[in-house]
C-alpha cells in the first residue's frame, strides 16, 4: 500500500495536519504567527547547513528552527515591540539561508522542493519521520496541555497554581520547531504558518472549549490535506500550495457562514 | 518568621522597568486572618500580591512559603483573547480536572449558578469577578489573594462580594489578603490594614491605621467615611443587620454605608 506515491502524500498530509493543528491553536491564541513564520523560515538555513554538512537535512531544520523559535521566545519576554524584529528576523533567516544554499555545490538541490514543499515524493523513511515528530508533538502538548492553557490564559494564574509559564513556553518553543521540521517536505518553509494558522482559525468560531478548537482544526487540516491533493492531481498543480488554498477557501466558507448566522435581524 | 504563617516577605526589595515599586517591605500572613492593602494607584499593591504569588522574583529579600501552600488568586485584570473559546467551567478546570458536581458547587457559592455553560468573554464585570472567585475556590485555598476584586461592581454588588469573603473566611479558615480601593467597606472587614506607598506607611489595626497620620497624608480627609463604619463595624458583630440602639458619633456616614457593611 505504501507503495503507492498517492498514499504515501495522503498519509504524509494527515500527519502533519495532526501536529500542525493543535499546535497552530497555541500560535492563534498567544498571538505567535509572526513567531511561526520566524522559525519556519529561519529552518532553510538549517537545510542548507544540513546539506553542507551531509547531515539528514530534518536534523537541520530542527536545530535552526529551535535556535530561531529560542531567541524569538527569550525576547518576547522583554516587552521589546515585537513586530519589526520578528519581520526583520524572519525574512534575513531566510534570506541567509537561500544564499547560503546556493554556495552548496555538488548535487544539484531543488530548492522549491523546499520553499514550498514536496509532498509527491515523500518516502517511506519521511513517512516515518513525520508521523514520528508528530507523535512526539502530540504527547508533548497533551503532556502539558493544562499547563500550556493556564499559561496562556494568564502566566500570574500559572504562577498562583505553581507553575512555571517560562517552562511552558519552552515546551511550546520545541513543540514548534518539531512541526517545522515535520511539515517542510510536505509544504515548504514558506507555506508551514499558512498551515498553523489557517485551520485553527477556521475551527474558531464553531468552537466552545480550547479541546474542541484543537479537535476541529485537526478535522479541518485533515480534510484540507486530502482535498488539497485532490486537487493537485486533478488540475496539475503544486501540492502544498494547493493544500494551503484548499485550508484557506475552508478558512473563508466558515467565516461566511458565520457571519450569516450572526446577521442580526433588521426591523421592518 | 513564626512557624505559623503562610506566607512571609522578609525586607523583599523589587525593582520594575528601572524604578522602585517595592522597597524593605517585610509581611507576615497567618492562617484565617482578614489583611487588606490600601494604597494610591502605583502604589505597588499589586506588585505586591503578584510578589506573593511567585510571578515577580523580588531583587533583594526572601519570600518565603508554607509546604504546600493552596493559594487561591484573582487577578486586578484578566484579558482574555477572544481567539481562545472558554465556557466558564472549562475555566474553573484550569488547570486541575474538576468534576461537573465540583464545578457546580464553585459556581453556586460564588452565586453564579446558572452560567456554567456560558463563555467567559459573554460575562458581565461581576459575573466574571465570582467565575475568577469560583476558581480560586476550588484548590480550597489556605491563602486567598484578591486584587481589586470588586472592580467593576457597583455598590450593592460589591457589598455582597465582600459578605462572600467574609463566609469563606468563617467556612475554610482562609487567611484572606485584599487590595481595594474601597476603604470605607474594606476596612470594616479587616483585622489588619497594611497602607502601601512603595513602602509599608503604617499598618495594624484598622482603627490605628485610619487615624494614623500616615494613611491621612494619603488618603486625606476622605477617609472620614471609613473610620465611621469601621467604628460602627466594630461594636457590632457581623451576623446582625446592622439594627443598632447605641449612640455614636458618626451618624453622617451611616444612611448611606449601612447597606455596604450589612
Not at chain 1, 547547513?49 to 530534518?58: E, G, I, Q
Request: with cysteine.
Amino acid at each position: 500500500m505504501l507503495d503507492d506515491f498517492l498514499i504515501r502524500a495522503a498519509l504524509a498530509g494527515v500527519g502533519t495536519a495532526i501536529a500542525t493543528a493543535p499546535m497552530g491553536c497555541f500560535v492563534v491564541w498567544r498571538r505567535m504567527a509572526y513567531f511561526g513564520d520566524a522559525t519556519a523560515h529561519a529552518s532553510i538555513l538549517g537545510v542548507a547547513l544540513a546539506l553542507a554538512f551531509s547531515l539528514p537535512v530534518v536534523w537541520g531544520a530542527a536545530m535552526v528552527a529551535l535556535l530561531m523559535a529560542s531567541v524569538v521566545s527569550s525576547l518576547s519576554g522583554r516587552g521589546v515591540a515585537m513586530d519589526t524584529l520578528l519581520g526583520v528576523m524572519a525574512h534575513s533567516a531566510l534570506a541567509f539561508g537561500l544564499v547560503a544554499v546556493s554556495f552548496i555545490d555538488g548535487v544539484r538541490i531543488d530548492l522549491m522542493a523546499y520553499l514550498f514543499g514536496d509532498i509527491l515524493a515523500v518516502t517511506k523513511t519521511d513517512l516515518a519521520v513525520i508521523w514520528g515528530g508528530a507523535g512526539v508533538v502530540l504527547v508533548l502538548l497533551a503532556y502539558r496541555w493544562q499547563a500550556l492553557l493556564t499559561s496562556t490564559l494568564n502566566p500570574d494564574l500559572a504562577y498562583a497554581a505553581g507553575l512555571n509559564p517560562k517552562r511552558e513556553q519552552l515546551v511550546l518553543t520545541l513543540a514548534l520547531a518539531l512541526v517545522v521540521a515535520v511539515a517542510i517536505k510536505v509544504v515548504g518553509v514558506l507555506l508551514i504558518a499558512a498551515l498553523l494558522l489557517i485551520p485553527a482559525a477556521a475551527a474558531r468560531p464553531f468552537s466552545r472549549t480550547p479541546e474542541g478548537m484543537a479537535a476541529l482544526a485537526m478535522g479541518i487540516g485533515i480534510v484540507a490535506a486530502l482535498a488539497g491533493l485532490g486537487v493537485s492531481w486533478e488540475f496539475d498543480t503544486p501540492a502544498g500550495p494547493s493544500i494551503v488554498c484548499t485550508a484557506a477557501l475552508i478558512f473563508l466558507a466558515a467565516v461566511l457562514w458565520r457571519s450569516f448566522k450572526n446577521r442580526p435581524v433588521q426591523p421592518h | 518568621m513564626s512557624p505559623t504563617s503562610l506566607v512571609t516577605l522578609d525586607d523583599i526589595t523589587v525593582r520594575l522597568g528601572g524604578h522602585t515599586a517595592l522597597a524593605h517591605v517585610s509581611l507576615a500572613l497567618k492562617p484565617g486572618e482578614i489583611v487588606t492593602v490600601v494604597g494610591p494607584n502605583g502604589s505597588g499593591k499589586s506588585t505586591l500580591l503578584r510578589t506573593l504569588v511567585g510571578a515577580i522574583t523580588p531583587q533583594s529579600g526572601k519570600v518565603r512559603r508554607a509546604r504546600d501552600l493552596r493559594l487561591g488568586y484573582v487577578p486586578q485584570k484578566l484579558a482574555l483573547d477572544p481567539t481562545l473559546p472558554m465556557t466558564v467551567a472549562r475555566f474553573l478546570s484550569l488547570p486541575k480536572w474538576r468534576s461537573a458536581p465540583e464545578t457546580a458547587q464553585a459556581l453556586e457559592r460564588a452565586g453564579i449558578p446558572d452560567l456554567a455553560s456560558r463563555q467567559m468573554t459573554e460575562l458581565s464585570g461581576g459575573q466574571f469577578q465570582r467565575a475568577l472567585l469560583a476558581r480560586a475556590l476550588l484548590d480550597r485555598p489556605q491563602l486567598l489573594l484578591l486584587d481589586e476584586a470588586t472592580q467593576g461592581l457597583d455598590q450593592p454588588g460589591s457589598a455582597t462580594f465582600y459578605r462572600l469573603i467574609e463566609d469563606i473566611r468563617r467556612d475554610t479558615g482562609a487567611a484572606i489578603l485584599m487590595v481595594s480601593h474601597e476603604l470605607h467597606v474594606v476596612m470594616s472587614a479587616s483585622d489588619r490594614v497594611i497602607c502601601l506607598n512603595g513602602h509599608i506607611c503604617c499598618e495594624g489595626h484598622p482603627e490605628h491605621v485610619a487615624s494614623a497620620p500616615e494613611y491621612r497624608a494619603l488618603f486625606g480627609s476622605g477617609t472620614q467615611g471609613a473610620l465611621a463604619l469601621y467604628r460602627h463595624a466594630h461594636d457590632h458583630s457581623h451576623d446582625g443587620d446592622c439594627d443598632h440602639d447605641y449612640p455614636h458619633d458618626h451618624p453622617h456616614a451611616h444612611p448611606h454605608d449601612r447597606g455596604d457593611a450589612a
